[in-house]
């Protein structure tokens, strides 16, 4: 193919991606601002600045385009979650519940910028038909596996069932990104390290939870925990 032709072609498909891109993040805004039904595809060629015929090119129906923006957002939440088993490998990383509390700083600091990821969560609830589209049910398994986990390696108060504490955990952090859709204080990192601050001495074990630090570390070489966090010093406290 001559070298005309290739720019060409090259040039088509990058306009198609940013096209697509554009389709599946006014989607997201407009299905996290007003609602799944109420949203029309003339709305969001319209928000996205393409004919109506260039989304129907991309995509047949409502429930493709919805699909995609639930795939999007499945995505971005897989890469919260493999971030954090990334880091729980980690020398230092501070076990699994350490882990646990870290994801949940980056799922809000996900679901204040990100409206994509947001809106995947608001599908959750509505009538969307793609088959297996909870985002919720997802999150809850993966917090879930991580509490088991920290079960087995002791770190878990030894009153503690796994599947109560994921129940706890799930529900505080889907209620954060519910309530920041009004209210952006809901996922701030204060809010969250806050409830950490509340939960980690009724969760943790005595000896896990001294190195505990309920701010989250965010990446590898931060401060230690009494410098990263003085909701580390008054959740130790609480355990004496």
Partial sequence: MPSQQRSVLMAQQERAVRTRSALIESAAELFSKDGFDVVSLSTISTRAGVSNGALHFHFASKAALTAAVWEAAAQRLRQITHEGAARGQAAGSGGPLQVLVDTTHALLRGL???????AGFDLSESPVPVPGADL????QAWVESLLVQAAR???????????????????????????????AQWLSQSMLTRFWALLLPRLAAEATLKELVASGRRREGMAPPEVASPLHRSVSRQSA
């Fill in 136 to 139: 919720r049910r997802r999150w």
């Fill in 112 to 118: 204040r910028h990100d409206v994509i990821l947001r």
């Fill in 153 to 183: 390696e002791g770190a878990l108060a030894r009153d503690v069932a796994p599947q109560d504490a994921a129940h706890a955990v799930v529900a505080a952090t889907v209620g954060f990104g519910a309530l920041g859709s009004r209210n």
